[in-house]
């Protein structure tokens, strides 16, 4: 149990290195030998850990060159401990890259949310919205009321596919709402009324069952979301 517990650990920390860029793609990685004397582990750990990131598809055994780091379009990206290090690893791109994929997504979602809905949804979505609001000055409360309002646009979609979907990328979302509202703080206190309307016109044209309208006002909202994630960067916050 210890042996799998240390293992784990190196898996961790040569993920964070690898995905934070300490250890670049074509990098060669040390021995198993002189890996396990770096980190004070046994070979069967550090076997244990390589292993690990070969099935994450960040690493790959070359025959007489060793362990090399793979490129990056070769990562197993919806893995949670892959997305856990990109989060870690604080880098904008990632965050602007989750943007176009929920740009992808979530329109999509709040039109069928309009098409497929039922009053219980209605109800569930209203109370939603009426949690962000009451969330406006607490940073913490806001990341966890917006992530559970969208939550529940994809759960009234009654898209199971798409709504595991975006669940796997739940700890990514949290931190993106995070960096988000520090900009929405910088510049006004608070995470702004803008901001709540933004999520109140879509709630409002699902409700409605205005399919084209509630695709629109998604587009509008994550654009919004670009755009913090944008100045986050101008501010050199990653």
């Not at 293992?7 to 890996?35: C, F, N, W």
């Not at 098409?115 to 609001?133: C, G, I, M």
């Given at each position: 149990?210890?042996?799998?517990?240390?293992?784990?650990?190196?898996?961790?920390?040569?993920?964070?290195?690898?995905?934070?860029?300490?250890?670049?793609?074509?990098?060669?990685?040390?021995?198993?030998?002189?890996?396990?004397?770096?980190?004070?582990?046994?070979?069967t750990v550090t076997r244990e850990a390589l292993k690990?990131?070969?099935?994450?598809?960040l690493v790959k055994s070359q025959p007489k060159v060793?362990?090399?780091?793979?490129?990056?379009?070769?990562?197993?990206?919806?893995?949670?401990?892959?997305?856990?290090?990109?989060?870690?690893?604080?880098?904008?791109?990632?965050?602007?890259?989750?943007?176009?994929?929920?740009?992808?997504?979530?329109?999509?979602?709040?039109?069928?949310?309009?098409?497929?809905?039922?009053?219980?949804?209605?109800?569930?979505?209203?109370?939603?919205?009426?949690?962000?609001?009451?969330?406006?000055?607490?940073?913490?409360?806001?990341?966890?009321?917006?992530?559970?309002?969208?939550?529940?646009?994809?759960?009234?979609?009654?898209?199971?596919?798409?709504?595991?979907?975006?669940?796997?990328?739940?700890?990514?979302?949290?931190?993106?709402?995070?960096?988000?509202?520090?900009?929405?703080?910088?510049?006004?206190?608070?995470?702004?009324?803008?901001?709540?309307?933004?999520?109140?016109?879509?709630?409002?044209?699902?409700?409605?069952?205005?399919?084209?309208?509630?695709?629109?006002?998604?587009?509008?909202?994550?654009?919004?979301?670009?755009?913090?994630?944008?100045?986050?960067?101008?501010?050199?916050?990653?």
């Open positions: 149990m210890q042996s799998g517990k240390l293992s784990r650990q190196l898996l961790h920390a040569l993920g964070r290195e690898i995905v934070g860029g300490e250890l670049k793609s074509g990098d060669v990685l040390p021995t198993v030998e002189a890996l396990s004397e770096q980190k004070g582990v046994s070979r690990g990131l070969s099935a994450l598809g060793g362990t090399v780091v793979r490129e990056r379009s070769e990562w197993q990206w919806w893995n949670p401990d892959v997305l856990r290090w990109s989060i870690d690893a604080e880098d904008s791109e990632f965050l602007v890259q989750l943007v176009e994929v929920r740009r992808v997504i979530e329109p999509a979602a709040v039109a069928l949310a309009a098409k497929n809905a039922n009053e219980e949804d209605f109800v569930e979505l209203r109370a939603a919205l009426k949690q962000l609001r009451a969330s406006l000055d607490n940073d913490e409360a806001w990341a966890a009321a917006d992530y559970a309002l969208h939550d529940r646009i994809i759960a009234a979609a009654h898209n199971e596919l798409m709504l595991h979907l975006v669940r796997v990328l739940r700890d990514a979302l949290m931190y993106s709402r995070q960096r988000t509202i520090s900009v929405l703080r910088h510049e006004s206190g608070q995470p702004s009324n803008d901001a709540f309307a933004l999520h109140a016109a879509v709630v409002d044209a699902i409700c409605q069952r205005n399919e084209i309208v509630a695709y629109q006002r998604m587009v509008d909202l994550l654009q919004s979301v670009r755009e913090l994630i944008e100045k986050s960067r101008e501010r050199g916050e990653g």
